[in-house]
């Protein structure tokens, strides 16, 4: 069992920056991924940033070169780095962790970032 907790969300202008933090509620050195989705009203909850416990990333193609995901398996937190913020990018943002054997996802509640003139 893990417990998520998301932190950091705001409301900033075009152009702007967040930083978004997912703390866990134990050590997540053995989990196979950690990752950061949002979903902006009416729309689907769609993938932001993966990171797998081998070092891997994956970013969906609308925020490849804005976004960075890390994590600090000392701290037990996953952090999103936002840069050159876009209107499109406002949603609810969500931290998962993915565990496997067997496949189990845990979800942390979520933290919204808007971003508007």
């Known amino acids: 069992q893990v417990q998520l907790v998301e932190s950091g969300g705001g409301a900033v202008q075009p152009g702007g920056s967040l930083r978004l933090s997912c703390a866990a509620s134990?050590?997540?050195?053995?989990?196979?991924?950690m990752g950061w989705y949002r979903q902006a009203p009416g729309k689907q909850r769609e993938l932001v940033a993966t990171l797998n416990s081998g070092g891997s990333t994956n970013y969906a193609d609308s925020v490849k070169g804005r976004f960075t995901i890390a994590r600090d398996n000392a701290k037990n937190t996953v952090e999103l780095q936002m840069n050159s913020l876009k209107p499109e990018d406002t949603a609810v943002y969500y931290c998962?962790?993915?565990?496997?054997?067997?496949?189990?996802?845990?979800w942390g509640q979520g933290t919204q970032v808007t971003v508007s003139s």
């Open positions: 998962k962790a993915e565990d496997r054997l067997p496949r189990r996802d845990y």
């Open positions: 134990r050590s997540i050195f053995r989990l196979y991924a």
